[in-house]
């Protein structure tokens, strides 16, 4: 049985359990608290068992052969248990943790489920991998929250090829989800030294345990996050790899400098209830979170670090304090290239994005740290391209061309027909004043009313850019007023 085969199997069980009130992202956590407990049973039971145990009565085995009532009260008493480990690991994948099961019976066909798994062929085959099926499916039937913004695979491993993350460097991801680019980093250092074997044993624990780091906000993603590190054979601290926090608070502040950045923010501004930013180290306050972050980025990188960050349209143009974050990143970085990303490869419609490509110093000089940036490279993936989404999926082909691009020495200028320009930073600055928003290409759609996006992708696109000038004029009047969103105008 193929992992896709598995995978499919354990989606097919979620069908079932929709008559419990279990929706996907409610079985998707599910799993992962199972899965927990199998994998800690498997290595044990294969004397690979690294630091985190479970305590007696407290493993797989004290469920499996369970049934009814028995089984269901059994586990949920576990659950409560496991949140008060003396491991922290432990503790955090369980924090907060109850079942959403009502029906014994449900419980039982999971448990089921995972102990048919032949779990050394799954293994063999990734497991880690399966468990990314899992959360891609997840992604792709949720219409919000996580699944909304889920960074697409050939994205991720794309940005990865490109930035080319080294053994014995630290990798930081401030907005991790469930942990993708630091996933997707790792199985790149992992493929160039054979698994880490070709690695001397210190070296070897330093890229287990010490080089990726991420923060998430969200308890629930952060847990599944943990697993996904866990499953591909990265573990992290005594909190794991991915820490809980918000990286425009405190425990961005307290994150130590590293050496490649790969993020996906999260889009819009910040809300009640969302991540607020009350970072007091930030040169430039904004209530626009990416812009926050883009600070954030640029500044923990080391002399010499590299980035590669998702990022949408409006923090390419956005006015105020938009235009002065940009220019202290070209100024302390050198933004070497720009990747307009087509419309459509995110589940949320509408989404313009780009990815931005930048190096702390320059190539010369590391610790340089004025007019570091003096060309843009931008390449245009989005002018004359197909609709992206379930139809027309987005793949590694698409990027292929790019890559190429990206790599080559000397690089050259396709001209105003090809989708690879060189704009100098004099440009940037004297004709478009200071905004990254370039293109050139003659859009072949734009009159053809035939091919206009669906209505709810421009109903979409129309509130981001909503959402965006609403930002720009709350920056207007805290700069007139000099008082804050919430205190009295």
């Known amino acids: 049985m193929t992992n896709n085969d598995i995978v499919q199997k354990l989606w097919n069980l979620c069908d079932v359990l929709r008559d419990d009130g279990i929706n996907y992202s409610d079985y998707v956590a599910e799993l992962v608290l199972l899965l927990f407990l199998k994998m800690v049973h498997e290595n044990t039971e294969a004397g690979l068992l690294g630091q985190h145990t479970l305590p007696q009565g407290r493993r797989w085995t004290d469920i499996n052969g369970k049934s009814g009532l028995v089984l269901l009260n059994y586990y949920k008493q576990m659950l409560l248990d496991l949140s008060k480990d003396r491991d922290p690991l432990i503790a955090a994948i369980y924090a907060d943790a109850q079942t959403r099961l009502r029906e014994p019976r449900h419980l039982e066909q999971l448990v089921k489920a995972l102990e048919q798994i032949d779990w050394f062929s799954a293994k063999r085959d990734g497991l880690g991998d399966l468990y990314e099926g899992l959360l891609e499916k997840n992604a792709s039937e949720t219409k919000s929250g996580a699944g909304q913004y889920f960074t697409p695979r050939v994205l991720i491993n794309s940005m990865v090829n490109c930035i080319q993350p080294q053994a014995g460097e630290t990798i930081q991801d401030p907005a991790a989800g469930t942990a993708g680019f630091l996933i997707a980093a790792d199985a790149y250092i992992k493929e160039r030294t054979d698994n880490l074997y070709a690695l001397p044993e210190a070296q070897q624990h330093f890229q ?83 812009l926050a972050f883009l600070q954030h980025i640029y500044r923990t990188l080391k002399p010499g670090g590299r980035a590669a960050v998702v990022l949408p349209d409006n923090v390419l143009f956005e006015a105020g304090v938009g235009t002065e974050i940009r220019r202290d990143l070209m100024h302390k970085c050198n933004l070497h290239t720009i990747l307009r990303l087509p419309t459509g490869i995110f589940y949320a419609q509408g989404v313009k994005t780009n990815v931005l490509f930048f190096t702390r110093g320059t190539a010369d000089n590391k610790e340089q740290d004025e007019n570091c940036t003096q060309n843009i490279w931008v390449y245009d993936l989005r002018t004359n391209m197909p609709s992206f989404g379930k139809r027309t999926p987005f793949s590694a082909s698409h990027l292929e061309p790019f890559e190429v691009c990206y790599a080559e020495t000397p690089r050259v200028d396709q001209g105003e027909d090809g989708r690879w320009r060189c704009f100098s930073r004099e440009y940037v600055r004297d004709t478009k004043g200071d905004s990254l928003d370039i293109s050139w290409l003659k859009d072949e759609n734009s009159v053809d009313a035939a091919n206009l996006p669906e209505p709810e992708e421009l109903a979409a696109e129309a509130l981001i850019e909503l959402e965006s000038a609403m930002t720009g004029l709350q920056g207007l009047i805290e700069a007139l007023t000099g008082k804050t969103r919430g205190e009295a105008v």
């Not at 909190?239 to 809980?244: K, N, S």
């Open 208 to 290: 287990v345990n010490k080089a990726f780091i991420g923060v998430e906000l969200v308890p629930g993603t952060r847990r599944l996050a943990l697993m996904n590190c866990l499953l591909h054979g990265m573990e992290g601290d005594n909190e794991g790899v991915v820490h809980l926090g918000n990286a425009l608070g405190q425990v961005g502040a307290t994150l130590k400098k590293c050496d490649i950045v790969l993020a996906n923010p999260p889009f819009g501004t910040a809300k009640g209830g969302e991540a607020s930013i009350t970072r007091d180290d930030l040169t430039y306050k904004t209530s626009n979170k990416q």
